[in-house]
């Protein structure tokens, strides 16, 4: 695949780190040559220095024959007009553009993305993407990282094993003797810095960090076994107000399961905004740092607190003053990937980085056969692959002891049907199945070859 990469930014460079490591053809463009250097140096691919907008910039990028061009620059307006001249000049059969103003996703406007008005195939949010990930934050407040699959009912937790984990020690086939009923299945393990897809034999051990797939009705079960306890998530303060910070307040004030919720904002003007367009949240002008402003916010009765400004050391700084003052869970976004190993010395629970959950809802749009979510794990150092079983691929009506999966390949979730089922080795991968996997990076070629369709289906 011939793939034109706007923007080599955090995201683009991440974009092209995927796919260049996939043997596509990535050409990455971008109006800073010390950016495009970067990423000719460190990836193979081909770079351009130019404004991504212009027609001859797109033509010497190679976009008479490309098959997608994915504009992630700073500017919306250059991604939307990247995408029109990629599509009124050259052709291009495939269109995303990552737009950040909520005034370009307005659903009263959605008509504007029509073929014959803008055409963009996919619109990513990264402000959007980013709420979501809080909230769901929010749902697993002792795991550091969840995402939902096999339309919404399977989760995947990311837990922190410390040393009262019951289980520790224990190999994990025996975990399907211990708790037969568990619908469960740990599909990766980080230990001394390193990733990989454990094998039925290995043990777990104090300072892991796991991933771990179960039934949503199971989770709570799931985290005793694992030794955490699943708290109400009732009082919520919410650092910032901005576009990220008004849509948690929104969609926790949409809850079935009322939540209290109080938001400190900095700036008078975006305060004022936020408190006009919710309800029943407080919203309360100051700095998010002020002890006494958090002290009048309760944050010691709090059960979490989403620090979601602008600013990382503000997220960070906030996030440890509520944790001294007795908040027992907090989130913070974070921009700088850097600053991830910080995170739990300074005793934050979990952090939100916009770019990785940018990366993971563009990989969602560019895998191959009938692929229905991708959610990027670390680093980028694996990937959640959720996708529809077709009659044309490899693993339809074996049994996934007879899957010649790569050893970095784990099958955490099926679902037959409506019903979701924890895999085992005589399990029989039907057509129609939707499976959810974890693959380490290098291994994800090898498993969108068992997922490829034939050309019919394209």
């Given at each position: ?34 950016l495009v250097r970067r990423a000719t140096d460190t990836l193979d691919v081909q770079g351009i220095a130019g404004f991504a907008s212009y027609p001859d910039v797109l033509d010497r990028a190679g976009a008479r024959d490309a098959d997608m061009v ?389």
């Open positions: 695949m011939k793939v034109i990469i706007c923007g080599a930014g955090q995201v683009g460079w991440q974009i092209a780190r995927h796919l260049s490591g996939e043997n596509n053809d990535v050409t990455v463009v971008d109006n800073n040559p010390e994915i504009a992630a620059t700073y500017s919306d307006e250059v991604n939307m007009v990247t995408c029109q001249v990629a599509h009124s000049v050259f052709s291009v059969p495939r269109k995303i553009a990552r737009l950040r103003s909520q005034s370009y996703l307005n659903v009263v406007y959605s008509d504007l993305y029509r073929r014959d008005h803008l055409p963009i195939d996919v619109v990513i949010s990264p402000e959007l993407e980013v709420a979501e990930a809080a909230l769901k934050r929010l749902s697993a407040p002792r795991a550091f990282d969840t995402e939902m699959f096999l339309d919404g009912k399977v989760q995947m937790l990311g837990l922190l094993l410390e040393e009262d984990c019951p289980v520790l020690n224990t190999p994990l086939r025996q975990l399907t003797d211990l708790f037969s009923t568990l619908r469960a299945v740990v599909v990766g393990v980080r230990r001394g810095g390193s990733l990989f897809a454990p094998e039925p034999g290995d043990q777990l051990f104090a300072g892991d960090e796991i991933y771990v797939f179960t039934v949503v009705e199971d989770v709570g079960r799931t985290m005793e076994v694992f030794g955490k306890t699943q708290g109400k998530q009732e009082r919520t303060i919410i650092i910032g107000g901005g576009n990220v910070g008004l849509m948690v307040a929104q969609r926790l004030e949409s809850r079935a399961r009322k939540m209290r919720s109080k938001m400190i904002e900095r700036d008078r003007a975006t305060a004022e905004k936020a408190a006009e367009a919710l309800e029943r949240t407080i919203v309360l002008n100051g700095d998010g740092l002020d002890a006494a402003l958090l002290v009048e916010a309760g944050v010691e009765r709090a059960d979490a607190i989403l620090a979601v400004t602008d600013d990382d050391k503000t997220n960070m700084l906030a996030s440890v003053r509520a944790k001294s003052n007795g908040c027992p869970l907090a989130i913070a976004l974070i921009n700088d990937p850097t600053l991830a190993p910080l995170m739990s010395p300074l005793g934050i629970d979990a952090f939100i980085n916009p770019r990785a959950t940018t990366v993971s809802s563009i990989l969602r749009h560019i895998r191959h056969g009938r692929v229905r979510g991708v959610y990027s794990v670390g680093d980028a150092e694996a990937e959640i692959i959720e996708a529809e079983v077709l009659s044309t691929s490899p693993i339809a009506g074996q049994q996934v002891r007879d899957i010649d999966f790569p050893e970095g390949v784990l099958i955490g979730a099926i679902m037959k049907r409506d019903e979701v089922i924890k895999p085992t080795g005589g399990t029989r991968i039907n057509e129609g199945d939707v499976i959810a996997m974890f693959c380490m990076a290098a291994d994800v070629p090898e498993v969108e070859r068992l997922l490829q369709v034939s050309i019919d289906f394209f």
